[in-house]
């Protein structure tokens, strides 16, 4: 889910923004339609989908030092078709924006690089997987994403991460037909949320050694979000005891919250929650960037028997670029304990 | 007939002019310098009255605080009901302009205008310009054939012909005159004076005249003296 | 409003009486609104150009990287440093025919453009129509409109091409169109090609080296200074401003004259309209409205004149900043409403100053007053005590100004004050001086010459306040550009010693010069320089200053001939050894550094420590300048450009080595000058600079004839009834013509004596304060003694020009207007 946001942010400059959210609610001009029933096949859906208007990679991780400090790092690719098809040369209608940030307790550093496709400057191919703009690049070498290294250097901070996970990827929705709305939108969605983490990150030239987990989404869509959809709040969460949980709730100024989830085991399957299933509920406002969000949540799954608070590592773990967005770690307990991440926009 | 009783019969008739226990003094070197001391003087519509006197004895300073023009220490000038002492300066200005015409002994014409524009040059500034009356004027004044012309480009006697013309175009109350002819020769000045007498009458307006000149005072109606600040018989 | 408009006829009908008082008044107002509008206009005119050069996108606000040897390079070159984490932008530039003309084509990449451009690029819905298909083009209006075509039309180039469509964007600069990088390859026949590299981002220090990534292709170029023109160029604008107030203040000297004549003479007509009962307040606002129709009518005439004036000197203008600052100026002059506005104000405004103690006056004049000179010495007196007053408070300023100001105003401030007090305090000495006359004088007539001349003053003297103004301003800044002059044609001698300046178009290029020329017999020296740059801040709240590090070898042509201000022995051998620097009279002043002083230079290595061993003068430099050893230099700045050489050469061999260079090497000799030819072009551009001085100087003189000779022309009128008595006492008109020609010449000649030492004072405090603040550099005062006689003469002969007509009138009055004066009594 998360990111669906961000593709605005590549277009915060750049791109029309007309209804609903970022123009994510926008007519999708001559685009491809995610399809109930349509099977993804990888590692070919690893890559690009240029028929469809927008499309992000995205990865974050929940990181500590040798001396046991937290960190978050994240790492996205979006692209933004102009028009649905690819092409060679500047003609090319794709763009990308990319966005990395390394988050602590106390600091949150954020950077971002723009691109045009077609020229060399960024690119995504399937297989081997490998996403990239300028120096930044995300590479993998087997099919479920394992054995991928992901790289960022920004004035203040860089951080090279090496990734591995034995569990498959999983699909969200219905075999990855996510739901975006009552009134029929929709993404293609999978991850893979087992990511174990290790390499070396630096602030202002200081670097430590790191080790984590991680968390990856990949989605696509033309028109994901509903003309009436103002924004989301989305968690990804690595739960003690090695599962792992992704919730999102999309609010919309009309209707009720339009509220999504997956539950995916320590072996890797993975179940769509029942909407009725899922209690999100804010405690706590905080002013972060000159905006009032909520920084402190209550989260329920009933079938689950969870019932946990989140809190962030860094309440100010918002990125101010273009149209900003809050992204950063997050700690939960209660009824379980674990960590992961948190994305809120439209506020 | 004194000027006392003049005043009084101007009271009972109902007198254009009223000035009572006029008095005035000028800053000197050596203190104040009276010249007016409770002055008392009355004029009737349609009346002429010569105020003679020595040079100094105050005549011209009179006039001046008849219109308005300084101010006076004490006493009061009604001109119809008008009390002149109590006007602000716009007021003052509102009576020379509308009720009052002025004479000078110098002619004090707007060199940079034509005879024709002087002489409509206060009606005009009173709202009371009439043609008709301005071209009888003229011709009585002998000035119509010189109404295109400049005042530098007149005689002595021509130019204060003008100035009464001036002063009687917007038909006023009363004709205040100070030596008029002094800067004329005899002749001229003789002449110069009936006109202002004949056409005053005509305008039906009073004459108040300063002159130092029993000959040219024998012609007005009345005649009384300045002399210690006070009106003499 | 009946009697408003009837006493406005009757004082305006005195103007048709005196259309020469008129004359003087209007052309008073109307010059001084000129030559301030004119002034304005340049300066707006500079200032609108800075804004274009900024506003070309702020492309060249931007350090940016080139092909070593000039030309295009390939597109894969930004691609791998992208890759490498070089945060540059594409650039490829052209030309392109569109009808009959030429225009820059620009061909930008908006999503990767440095903050600075990006931020005047479309967003949104117009971003996706620029990026298109088909994309825009996107011009100034001016260049649509000289295009003659409307937004959305897509202009024919040659047979096969078309622009996209036209959009328009505000901040363009005339004649340049701004396309998708994409669409100018495809226009201008590059594909895959650029011709620059804009570099958004500064690299990490850890990002690998340009040579690391592409090799010696691309060379850096450091960022125009555009963005700092104004600041540069803001000094330059200062000296406009204070000439324009100066020619201001003088046309305001006639306006005041011939507004209190007007008044005086009128005052007879002002008192007969009260007589007869127009009201004060009538009379006040018909005054008003008189006064603001005239400032209205003279301000557009003056607006008028200004804009002509501006048009004359705009070329030198432009050619001057250009070579000062390499400022480049619009040619046309374009007229901003604001410019009108503020013309049109300052009219009205001088028109107030002007008539103010006249309109003041005459208001409160009581209705019987008599308006005759009696008692004038008593208020002469009054007059000369209140003139010494203001003189002495004007000149209080001055001092005060001087000694706790800083900055170029202040400067500018105490020269008025000392201009303005001087002026003010003019009619003492040359009260005095009638004074004596008066009282030495045998004759009566000698006698009555000096009497009156000495009642004449008050009544001329504005008029010859202007001239002393104008006077000394010659005097002032005639030393100012002699002495300058002279300095300058010195300095160069000394400091152009090198037969031949060249530079090589590459460093490749350079060291096969370089081998080739040591093989030459014919050439004695090759001298390497090797430029950098680095900025100083001179305190925290001064913004960075530009300043050139200069790396010259060891040599005689420097140690024998290079002209220092200060110098510690052997300063030479201290900067061949690698710690010390000689530093320009510029940056010595902004930094506060003098002979023994040790200055930090930040470099790519880390901080340099140097000694200041010596100060030289750089005239004409915007920019600070510290020269050191090249070697040090090199060995700090690694990337320093080495591409300047100067040659040491026979005088009659250089042309022969000019020509082998440029045969041989072609293109690879970017640029290349002989000494003489070099001198030539310095010259040529401290002339310009000082071309549009000169012009204003020349018109302020002018100015300040003409006030005096409306002064006298309007008193010649009223001269009338004192010059009567004396006719009819036998003297004749031809002798008394002639004396008042030889009055008005005596107080010419008196103002010119005033005005030399006045004029000195003016040249030091140029030379040693204006300057020095304006430019950081300051001159040797000099002094002219032939300058003075000329303005002497000038003087003189802009009296008799002045008095001529005036005086001739009175030498054929007829005798009937004298009389009038007897028949006439006032």
Redesign the interface.
């Known amino acids: 889910m998360r990111g669906l946001f961000l593709s605005l942010a590549l277009c915060a400059a750049s791109f029309a923004h007309a209804e609903g959210f970022a123009g994510l609610g926008d007519e999708a001009r001559g685009f491809a339609e995610p399809q109930p029933g349509h099977r993804l096949v990888f590692p070919r859906d690893h890559g690009a989908h240029p028929q469809f208007r927008i499309e992000w990679w995205y990865l974050t991780a929940n990181l500590k030092d040798e001396s046991g400090k937290s960190y978050g790092a994240q790492w996205t690719l979006f692209r933004h078709a102009r028009a649905p098809q690819d092409g060679e040369g500047w003609d090319s209608p794709q763009a990308f924006v990319a966005h990395a940030a390394v988050t602590t307790d106390t600091l949150h550093l954020f950077a971002e690089t723009r691109a045009r496709g077609g020229v060399g400057q960024a690119g995504v191919e399937a297989a081997p997987f490998r996403a990239f703009i300028d120096n930044w690049s995300f590479s993998a070498t087997e099919s479920n994403l394992s054995g991928a290294s992901i790289a960022a250097v920004a004035p203040r901070f860089r951080y090279t991460l090496a990734l591995a996970a034995d569990e498959p990827l999983a699909l969200h929705g219905e075999a990855g037909f996510s739901r975006k709305s009552e009134s029929g939108q929709a993404s293609y969605y999978y991850s893979q949320p087992f990511f174990r983490v290790d390499g070396a990150l630096a602030i202002d030239a200081a670097e430590r050694k790191v080790t984590g987990r991680a968390w990856m989404d990949h989605e696509w869509s033309s028109r994901p979000l509903a003309a009436d959809q103002k924004g989301w709040d989305w968690f990804s969460l690595h739960l003690d005891g090695g599962a792992a949980l992704m919730l999102f709730r999309l609010r919309s100024d009309k209707t009720l919250p339009f509220v999504s989830g997956s539950f995916i085991s320590a072996d890797g399957a993975a179940r769509a929650l029942a909407r009725d299933d899922i209690f999100l509920e804010p405690l706590e406002q905080s002013l972060v960037s000159g905006r009032l969000l909520p920084i402190r949540w209550r989260v329920r799954v009933a079938s689950l028997r969870l019932d946990i608070e989140a809190k962030p590592l860094n309440s100010q773990s918002f990125m101010g670029t273009g149209l900003g967005y809050f992204e950063g770690p997050i700690a939960v307990f209660g009824s379980h304990r674990g960590e992961g991440y948190l994305e809120m926009t439209g506020y | 007939m004194s000027v006392m009783s003049a005043a009084r019969d101007a009271a009972v008739n109902g007198a254009l002019l009223r000035v009572t226990g006029l008095s005035k003094s000028y800053r000197g070197p050596q203190g104040p310098l009276p010249v007016l001391r409770g002055v008392d003087l009355a004029l009737a519509a349609g009346t002429s009255l010569a105020l003679m006197g020595e040079s100094g004895s105050g005549k011209s300073t009179l006039l001046h605080l008849v219109a308005g023009l300084d101010h006076a220490d004490s006493g009061a000038i009604r001109i119809d009901d008008v009390e002149v002492t109590k006007l602000d300066d716009d007021g003052r200005a509102a009576l020379r302009r509308k009720t009052l015409g002025v004479v000078f002994q110098q002619f004090n014409l707007v060199p940079s205008l034509t005879v024709g524009d002087n002489l409509a040059l206060q009606a005009r500034l009173a709202g009371r310009y009439d043609c008709d009356w301005r071209d009888a004027l003229a011709d009585r004044l002998g000035l119509s054939a010189l109404l295109d012309r400049y005042p530098e480009q007149l005689s002595g006697g021509q130019q204060q012909r003008v100035a009464v013309g001036r002063a009687l175009a917007p038909r006023p109350r009363l004709l205040l005159a100070d030596e008029p002819t002094g800067n004329l020769d005899e002749a001229t000045g003789d002449a110069v004076l009936d006109l202002l007498l004949e056409l005053s009458a005509t305008a039906g307006a009073a004459v108040l005249m300063v002159t130092h000149s029993a000959l040219l005072a024998a012609k007005l109606d009345r005649r009384a003296t300045l002399a210690g600040g006070r009106l003499a018989l | 409003m009946?009697?408003f408009l009837?006493?406005l006829a009757?004082l305006a009908?005195?103007w048709?009486?005196?259309p020469g008082q008129f004359a003087a008044l209007f052309v008073g107002l109307a010059i001084a609104t000129a030559l301030w509008s004119g002034v304005a206009a340049l300066n707006d005119q500079a200032r609108r150009s800075y804004d274009h050069a900024a506003g070309a996108l702020g492309l060249g606000a931007s350090p940016s990287l080139v092909a070593a040897s000039g030309g295009f390079f390939v597109?894969?070159m930004?691609?791998a440093l992208?890759?490498?984490?070089w945060?540059v932008s594409p650039i490829l530039e052209g030309t392109i025919r569109l009808g009959d003309k030429s225009y820059r084509l620009v061909g930008v990449?908006?999503?990767?453009l440095p903050k600075i451009s990006?931020a005047k690029m479309p967003?949104?819905?117009a971003?996706?129509d620029f990026?298109?298909?088909p994309g825009r083009a996107l011009a100034a209006p001016q260049t649509l409109r000289a295009l003659g075509l409307a937004m959305g039309a897509t202009p024919r180039i040659g047979d096969a091409d078309r622009l996209p469509p036209l959009a328009i964007a505000e901040d363009l600069s005339p004649g340049m169109i701004v396309v998708?990088?994409?669409?100018a390859?495809r226009l201008l026949h590059r594909p895959?090609r650029l011709s620059r590299l804009l570099i958004a981002?500064e690299p990490?220090p850890d990002a690998p080296a340009l040579a690391a990534v592409i090799g010696e292709a691309l060379r850096r170029v450091e960022a125009d200074e555009a963005p700092e023109l104004a600041k540069l160029t803001d000094s330059f604008h200062l000296n406009l401003t204070a000439f324009g107030l100066l020619a201001y203040v003088v046309g305001l000297f006639i306006a005041h004259a011939s507004f209190g004549l007007a008044f005086e003479q009128r005052l007879?007509?002002i008192?007969?309209?009260?007589?007869?009962?127009?009201?004060?307040?009538?009379l006040t606002f018909a005054l008003i409205a008189e006064l603001t129709l005239l400032a209205l009518l003279a301000g557009v005439a003056g607006m008028i004149g200004g804009y002509l004036i501006a048009a004359a000197l705009l070329p030198d203008m432009a050619a001057s900043l250009e070579g000062l600052y390499g400022a480049e100026l619009d040619g046309a002059l374009g007229l901003a409403p604001s410019w009108w506005i503020s013309g049109i104000g300052m009219a009205l405004i001088g028109a107030v100053i002007a008539a103010a103690s006249g309109l003041v006056k005459t208001l409160r004049l009581p209705?019987?007053a008599i308006a005759q000179p009696f008692a004038w010495r008593e208020a002469q007196r009054h007059w000369l005590y209140r003139q010494a007053a203001l003189a002495a408070l004007a000149l209080l300023g001055a001092a005060a100004a001087l000694l706790l100001g800083e900055g170029l105003e202040a400067g500018f401030v105490s020269m008025a004050g000392l201009l303005l007090g001087a002026a003010l305090a003019l009619p003492l000495p040359l009260a005095a001086m009638l004074r004596l006359g008066e009282r030495r004088a045998r004759g009566p007539l000698t006698k009555w010459f000096f009497a009156d001349a000495l009642q004449q003053l008050p009544g001329l003297s504005l008029a010859l306040m202007a001239l002393l103004l104008a006077l000394s301003t010659n005097i002032g800044v005639g030393s100012m550009v002699e002495g300058f002059r002279r300095t300058f044609a010195q300095w160069l001698d000394q400091r152009l010693v090198a037969e031949i300046y060249f530079e090589a178009a590459s460093e490749t290029d350079a060291h096969r010069i370089e081998t080739w020329l040591a093989r030459r017999e014919d050439v004695a020296a090759i001298l390497p320089l090797c430029k950098a740059k680095t900025t100083r801040r001179a305190s925290a709240i001064e913004t960075a200053w530009p300043v050139e590090i200069v790396g010259a070898p060891p040599h005689e042509t420097f140690s024998a001939h290079f002209p220092l201000l200060e110098t510690r022995a052997d300063a030479w051998g201290s900067v061949a050894r690698g710690d010390a620097a000689l530093v320009s009279e510029q940056l010595a002043r902004r930094l506060r550094l003098e002979l023994g002083s040790h200055l930090n230079i930040p470099t790519p290595t880390g901080d340099w420590r140097v000694e200041i061993v010596g100060l030289y003068p750089d005239y004409g430099a915007a920019k600070g300048q510290l020269r050191v050893d090249r070697d040090a230099l090199v060995s700090r700045w690694p990337d320093a450009r080495k591409l300047d050489y100067m040659l040491r050469a026979k005088a009659e061999s250089a042309p022969d080595v000019m020509l082998a260079l440029q045969s041989e090497f072609g293109a690879g000799v970017a640029r290349i000058i002989d000494q003489a030819a070099l001198k030539q072009r310095s010259m040529t551009i401290f002339e310009r600079t000082f071309a549009v001085t000169a012009a204003l100087d020349a018109l302020t003189l002018v100015v300040s004839a003409i006030a005096l000779f409306a002064s006298l022309t309007t008193l010649a009128a009223a001269r009338t009834p004192q010059l009567a008595p004396l006719w009819a006492a036998g003297v004749s008109r031809r002798s008394l013509s002639l004396l008042e020609f030889v009055r008005v010449t005596l107080f010419a000649a008196a103002t010119a004596l005033v005005s030399v030492p006045l004029g000195l004072a003016l040249a030091y405090d140029l030379v040693a304060i204006v300057n020095v603040r304006a430019f950081g550099w300051r001159l040797p005062f000099h002094v002219f003694p032939s300058q003075w006689l000329e303005v002497f003469a000038l003087a003189l002969l802009t009296a008799a020009l002045a008095a001529l007509l005036p005086i001739r009138r009175l030498a054929r009055i007829a005798p009937a207007s004298l009389l009038?004066v007897f028949a006439?009594?006032?």
Do not use: M, W
């Not at chain 3, 992208?82 to 984490?85: I, K, L, Q």
């Not at chain 3, 990449?109 to 990767?112: D, I, K, V, Y």
């Not at chain 3, 008192?271 to 009538?282: K, M, P, Q, V």
């Open positions: 009946r009697q009837y006493a009757t009908s005195h048709r009486r005196r597109q894969d930004f691609i992208r890759r490498a984490g945060k990449e908006p999503l990767t990006s967003t949104g819905e971003l996706n990026l298109g298909p998708d990088i994409g669409v390859q895959a981002e990490a007879p007509i008192r007969t309209l009260r007589a007869i009962g127009a009201s004060l307040r009538a209705v019987l009038a006439n009594e006032r």
